[in-house]
């Protein structure tokens, strides 16, 4: 029997509590020993060990096909999840959550993705009901809703409307630009020389800029210029005196300046100083202005991996602590300084390149290709494990250009730091690698912490609302009394799903009403009706919450502004989408199935029958009495009841078994009797005390109607009938092939932007992959996108561009 686990959301909780302790023991695996030369047990190695144990973080990453499309397009996706300490691929959730999300964060499409080992993809038909405009595309998990949605993956992505007019274009309005300070270590100390990060942006794209300033004293005297270095981001060095305010004045185009005041001088408080020389070891001042010498600890952790520990005695309010750059794991390490009282007192990030990065070869026999050409491209890595990758290939015009960031700028970037960095894979480029400053200038400027320490050495155990989907969705619902509105504790409830294969599920109401279901290999649009046994309970209100998250970032989107100089591409862009639909639209809605149990979940019954089989009867009483034996219909008054009976024992029992139409529970035995036997196709039977979740049913009987649509029967109106979209349907990618001269001489438009997506690329160590496709009829240059990971956390990355040429194809 296929026995569903108890689902009453307590038991519940704590089975589910047993798996995420498994996962969590698996996601720690592997940590380093700490660096300490004293006191590893500090109270907030333990703290920060603590929260890592119960609080497993999981990263995602969408590799989107490209960043521009036009209304009745694909978007397509492919997800990674990673544990977010160790960057290797996460088989904790089955289920991710993508979302589009409009200027006002309002989800324009939705869709839950079924993951396994770590990765999934899915696909949003753009409707042509979508406005013109910059949208946000955000992923999460179940279990990263306990947490800040800063941690959820957003990327922007631009959709045009070329059905409507394109929308006016706002007049040019005069530049606004911010001023920020980050004084090194978080204070300026009096007294003490020390480097102040900054970072000016334009107040309307948020993009940095190349402004150049100068700091001042209250007096009016000049003690530091300020030029950026990259991105609006630069640093400059001064000793700040007691007492004294200092002012920086920024030279803005139009001639006039930009006035900001720098943070107060502080005369006691501590700070530290990060030097990065060419040897092997970063040296790490840490100073104390106004306090007595004590010994201050200097913890250093890596996405709370703890890398470095070390306590020492400041002499003279200051030491200097030396840290091997070999112990440091790759991405952001945050050191932290804490005073004798255990209370963290300053923090500097510092960013080492990973080392663990798979080297991607992606290569075309030839540059130049013709129209309708084929198109064969060998992969290869150098990595010694099995490569998970994805593959786009878009066309570059004025409306999308090469892509700002990847799946290594994310995981071991972005996804650590605060608010939007410009260019993210600038880092990770030749150029980047390179330049040591404007790394260093951002881990000053936009550095965050995942965690605030005061919450962390508060020792409180972590709770979390949410659960990990280990096995599969999970649908929460709640009860509650119809006249009060106050939740219904102890009430049995059951969820079904007309159809084929039935789906059936019971939970019963905890102390706040709420009711919990997995709804494991739930695909496609279905209906689901929950009720309870009305026979014992009417005066209940049932509802499904929404598995989506209802809390968002503050990150406005930039303003989309189309000039009249991408009309053309604007213009293409709206008659690919015709081509496609008019020519290929009975390829574009084509699934693949998903390989999962279509039998019912009672498995195989003790008794079935194919009614058409036998002689058909008008009237149920007649079916059940003629040829089912397995149950005896008895009248108890004016009322039917079934006995079913009990093989294994040789009995009958004596209560009413569990009765589904098509996998609804009908309480009511006489108005299943009242059913038109002609709808019904199939009957099973199990002759046996059945088990599921938490009940036993004396025996159960099942009717399936021909289209598995309750065939009309009429539900109890109590009942809560609900459309509900379960795991999306993979939507197959297609594109035409042109192996054969008559294909190639097809006189069908191909107009496609995007020449191919490949979400599920295997790359064998030592071993070459070969991925092939088809131009279509518009010459140009495309660039071609592979991206993925490793078993071992390798993240690559590599970008190709090819070229096709040929007479522009005829519009037809």
Known sequence: MNNFQDNQPQSGRKRYALRTLLCLVLGIAGIGTVNAQSDQQHAAISSLQQHRKTSLKEKLYLHIDRPVYACGDEMWFKVYSVDGSLHRPLDMSKVTYVELLDADQKPALQAKVAMKDGTGSGSFQLPTTLQTGNYTVRAYTSWMKNFDPAFYF?????????????????????KGYTLQFFPEGGNLLA??????????SDSQNGKGAALAGQVLDQDGNKVADFTPHKFGMGRFAFTPQQGKRYTAKLQLPDGSTLEQTLPQVQERGYTLQLADSIDQYLHITVRSVGKPDEQVYLLGHTRQQVVSSERALLQNGKYVFRVSKADLAGGITHFTVFNTAGQPVSERLYFRRPTNELALQVAAPQQQY????????????ASRTRANLSMAVYKLDSLQLHPQGHIASYIWLESDLKGTIENPAYYFSDTGRADHQAMDNLMLTQGWSRFKWEDMLEKEVSKHAYLPENHGHLLFGKVTHKRSGQPAPGIMTYLASPGHPIRFYNAQSDADGKLLFELKDFYGNKDLV??????????????LLSPFSSHYTSNPLAHLQLTESRAGDIAARHLQ???????????????????????????QPSERYLLDDYKRFKVMEEVMREYVQGVQVRLRGRSFYFM?????????????????????????????????????????????????????YQGLVSYHTYNGDLGGFALDARALMQAYEGLQQKREFYAPAYDTPEQKSSRLADFRNLLHWAPEIKLEPGKEEQVSFYTSDQPGTYLVVVQGLTASGETGYQLLQIKVSGPVAQKQ
């Not at 529970?665 to 199990?686: G, S, T």
């Open 370 to 381: 013709n129209l309708r050409d084929k198109v064969s491209l060998e992969l290869q890595s």
């Open 154 to 174: 957003q990327q922007q992505v631009t959709i045009i409307n070329t059905f409507e007019q394109l929308p006016k274009q706002e007049a040019a309005k005069a």
């Open 644 to 696: 079913v009976m009990n093989r294994p024992y040789k009995s009958i029992f004596r209560e009413n078994p569990m009765v589904l139409l098509d996998g609804v529970p009908v309480f009511n035995i006489d108005k299943i009797m009242a059913f038109d036997p002609l709808k019904v196709r199939q009957l099973d039977v199990i002759t046996s005390r059945f088990f599921h979740g938490p009940l036993a």
């Open 530 to 543: 929950l009720q309870s046994d009305f026979s014992k309970d009417s005066t209940f209100h049932f509802e």
């Open 191 to 200: 007294g003490i020389a020390g480097n102040v990060a900054f970072k000016i």
């Open 577 to 603: 989408v015709q081509v496609e639909h008019a020519y290929y639209g009975g390829y574009r809605n084509s699934y693949h199935t998903p390989g999962i149990d279509s039998s019912a979940f009672y498995g």
